[in-house]
Nanobody
Framework: QVHLVESGGGLVQAGGSLRLSCAASGSTLDYYAIGWFRQAPGKEREGVSCISASGDITYYADSVKGRFTISRDNANNTVYLQMNSLKPEDTARYYC?????????????????WGKGTLITVSS
């Protein structure tokens, strides 16, 4: 069982930056691919970025390419999402999820464990 806790959300102005953290407990993340997903009000949850267990493969949604960077520190059982040049349309609750696989297609239904999310609001 993997317990995931997100942190780092908050209110930021457009153009600003935030770094989200996803801290895991209950199991080492060494063999889990990790994904960040988000759900905006009135919309379905969507994949934002994912990273393989070893960190050598990453995926980004087109809407965040060039602005967001995913990384992981397996020694500290933590995954990060650096978000730069934030836009009002990035406003959402952001969730961290773990897939019991070394690679992932970054799909919601492939994830095995979920955090409760952290809210990000980007003001214009």
């Amino acid at each position: 069982q993997v317990h995931l806790v997100e942190s780092g959300g908050g209110l930021v102005q457009a153009g600003g930056s935030l770094r989200l953290s996803c801290a895991a407990s209950g199991s080492t993340l060494d063999y889990y691919a990790i994904g960040w997903f988000r759900q905006a009000p009135g919309k379905e949850r969507e994949g934002v970025s994912c990273i393989s267990a070893s960190g050598d493969i990453t995926y980004y949604a087109d809407s965040v390419k060039g602005r967001f960077t995913i990384s992981r520190d397996n020694a500290n059982n933590t995954v990060y999402l650096q978000m730069n040049s934030l836009k009002p349309e990035d406003t959402a609750r952001y969730y961290c999820a773990a897939e019991d696989a070394v690679r992932t297609r970054c799909l919601e239904d492939g994830m095995d464990f979920w955090g409760k999310g952290t809210l990000i609001t980007v003001s214009s």
